[in-house]
C-alpha cells in the first residue's frame, strides 16, 4: 500500500518571522543535520541568534557556554564578526566571484601562500573547497592520479582508522570508521580498509606506551601485507583522532607511520579538519605530533567558520607527478572551491589569530585546562579524561573498576534523555555521544579564545550537573 504524502494548501500563508516563531518555523521547513526525528514533532530546537566571545544567546534570551566552538570551528569565538565581515565587504564590492578553473584572483593566491607558510615544511601547493568532507574528497582523487601517473594503477585502496570521521560524500564516508553511519549507504567507494585508533583507555593493564605503539604499528604493517603492497594507495589519519573522544597517539606513532608510508611508497595525509588553525596550540596537528604527512586536509578554522571554506596542501612533488602524467592535470573541479569572498574571509581571519595570539592563549592555559578537568574524575561517572590543546573528552562509566557502563539505563537512553537535555539546561554547549565501544562521552572544543575564567565556569557547571545526574542513574 502506497503512503500518500500531503501537502500544504496552494495559498500560503504570510510569512512569520516574530522570534518566538522561530523554533517552530525551523520543525516545519529546516531540515538540520544529524538531528533525531522527534526534534521535529516535539520540544522546538533552540534557535540561536547572537554571540559573543564564547558564549552565545538563543530567541529565548538564554545564555549558553560555547564549548564545542559551534562544530569545532569558531576558533576565534564570536566577537570578530564585524571585523572579518569588512574583509567580507571590501571583497564583494571589489570581485564577489571568479573562478580558480584556469585563473586565478588575489584573494585565493593571498590565501594559498600564507597557508604554505604556515603549514609543515615541504607542503606548498594549496588547493580550495568548502569544507572537510570536500578537501578529503579532493585528496582521495589526487592520491588516485598520482599513482596513475607513477604507472601504479594497482593502487586504490585506502586505509583509515575505526571510529574514525572523515565526512559525509562518497569517498569521505568510504574512509570513516563509523560503521553506524556508512552501513546505510553501502556499497561505497572499493579498497576502503580500516585499522586500529589509538585509543587507550580499557587497555591492558601493564601494557606500556611503547608495547601498544608496536601493535599498533604491526597491524598496519600485517594489513598492508595481506591487501598486498602494490595495492595500497593512501593512509589517512588525524593528528589527534575527534571521534571515539580525543584518541591521543602513543608516542612514536606517527614516526612509525610515515616509515611505514616510505617503506611501502603509501601517500599519507594528515586530516586536520578539526586539529588545523590552532586547535592544539599549533598551526597544524602534525607539527604538534611530528606527523610528516604528504597531504594535509583542512577547513572549519581556516576562517573560524565565518564562511565555508576548506582546502588541502600537498607536496608539489605529487602535484608535478600528476601534472605531467597522461592526464596533464588535476582531473577535479568545485564551482566554489577557492572563492574569493571566503578567501578573504580566511585572510582576515589568520590575521585576527596572528595579532591576538591566538594560539599562544591556548599554549598558556592548556595545562590549567586539563587539569581543572582532570577535577572531575573525582565524580563517580567520569572514568577517563584525555586530549591535547584545547580538544578534550571525558568518558563516563558506571564501573570504575572495569571501566565500563553497566547501569539499567542504557547508555542510549542515557546520553538522549539525560545527559543531552541536562547539558543544555546548564547553558553548556558540547557533544554528548555514545562511542563505538558503548560508552558516553562528554567532548569539548570551544574557541580557542577561551581563557581561565571560562574554564572555571565550565568545569563548575560540569561537577554540578554531573552530581546530579549520578543519583538519577541506576
Not at 104 to 114: D, E, I, Q, S, T
Not at 345 to 360: F, K, P, Q, S, T
Request: charged share 20%; aromatic share 8%.
Amino acid at each position: 500500500m502506497t503512503e500518500t504524502i500531503e501537502s500544504p494548501t496552494s495559498s500560503a500563508p504570510a510569512t512569520d518571522w516574530s522570534m518566538g516563531d522561530l523554533g517552530r518555523l525551523a520543525q516545519r521547513h529546516l531540515i538540520m543535520s544529524f538531528t533525531a526525528g522527534s526534534v521535529y514533532t516535539e520540544v522546538p530546537p533552540p534557535v540561536m541568534v547572537r554571540g559573543e566571545g564564547s558564549r552565545l544567546w538563543d530567541t529565548e534570551g538564554h545564555e549558553y557556554i560555547d564549548a564545542l566552538a559551534g562544530l569545532f570551528c569558531v576558533n576565534v569565538g564570536y566577537s570578530f564578526g564585524a571585523e572579518i565581515g569588512e574583509a567580507v565587504r571590501d571583497q564583494m564590492a571589489q570581485l564577489p566571484y571568479y573562478t580558480n578553473w584556469g585563473a586565478a584572483h588575489p584573494p585565493a593566491v593571498k590565501l594559498a601562500a600564507k597557508i604554505a607558510e604556515l603549514a609543515p615544511r615541504g607542503l606548498d601547493r594549496v588547493y580550495f573547497t568548502s569544507g572537510g568532507g570536500e578537501s578529503n574528497e579532493a585528496a582521495v582523487k589526487l592520491i588516485r592520479q598520482y599513482h596513475q601517473a607513477r604507472g601504479e594503477h594497482a593502487r586504490i585502496k585506502f586505509l583509515s582508522r575505526r571510529a574514525a570521521y572523515h565526512g559525509t560524500s562518497y569517498a569521505a564516508l568510504s574512509l570513516n570508521g563509523m560503521t553506524n553511519l556508512r552501513k546505510q549507504f553501502e556499497p561505497l567507494m572499493y579498497g576502503s580498509r580500516h585499522i586500529a585508533n589509538s585509543k587507550r583507555y580499557k587497555r591492558p593493564a601493564g601494557e606500556t606506551e611503547r608495547q601498544f605503539t608496536e601493535l599498533l604499528l604491526n597491524e598496519i604493517e600485517t594489513l598492508i601485507a595481506q591487501e598486498g603492497p602494490d595495492t595500497v594507495a593512501g593512509i589517512f589519519l588525524e593528528p589527534l583522532q575527534n571521534a571515539g573522544g580525543s584518541l591521543v597517539p602513543p608516542a612514536g606513532y606517527h614516526e612509525g607511520v610515515r616509515e611505514i608510508c616510505d617503506r611501502y611508497g603509501i601517500v599519507l595525509v594528515a586530516d586536520e579538519v578539526i586539529c588545523g588553525f590552532g586547535r592544539l596550540g599549533e598551526w597544524f596537528g602534525s607539527t604538534r605530533f611530528n606527523v610528516q604527512p604528504d597531504i594535509i586536509t583542512f577547513a572549519k578554522g581556516v576562517s573560524s567558520a565565518h564562511v565555508p571554506l576548506g582546502g588541502m596542501i600537498t607536496k608539489s612533488a605529487i602535484l608535478d607527478a600528476v601534472n605531467n602524467g597522461p592526464d596533464g592535470m588535476y582531473l577535479h573541479g568545485l564551482t566554489f572551491g577557492g572563492h574569493p569572498v571566503a578567501c578573504a574571509a580566511g585572510l582576515a581571519n589568520i590575521e585576527v589569530m596572528e595579532r591576538e595570539d591566538v594560539l599562544g592563549n591556548v599554549k598558556r592555559n592548556e595545562a590549567y585546562f586539563r587539569a581543572q578537568l582532570d577535577t572531575l574524575l573525582n565524580e563517580r561517572l567520569v572514568g577517563d579524561v584525555r586530549g591535547v590543546g584545547y580538544h578534550y573528552s571525558l568518558e563516563l562509566v558506571t564501573d570504575k573498576e572495569r571501566r565500563t557502563w553497566t547501569a539499567e539505563t542504557t547508555a542510549n537512553d542515557f546520553v538522549s534523555g539525560m545527559l543531552q537535555p541536562a547539558l543544555l539546561e546548564a547553558g553548556i554547549l558540547c557533544r554528548a555521544a555514545v562511542d563505538h565501544e558503548g560508552a558516553p562521552l562528554i567532548q569539548f572544543s570551544p574557541p580557542l579564545v577561551f581563557g581561565r575564567d571560562d574554564i572555571d565556569e565550565l568545569v563548575g557547571r560540569l561537577r554540578r550537573l554531573l552530581g546530579e545526574l549520578t543519583a538519577r542513574v541506576r
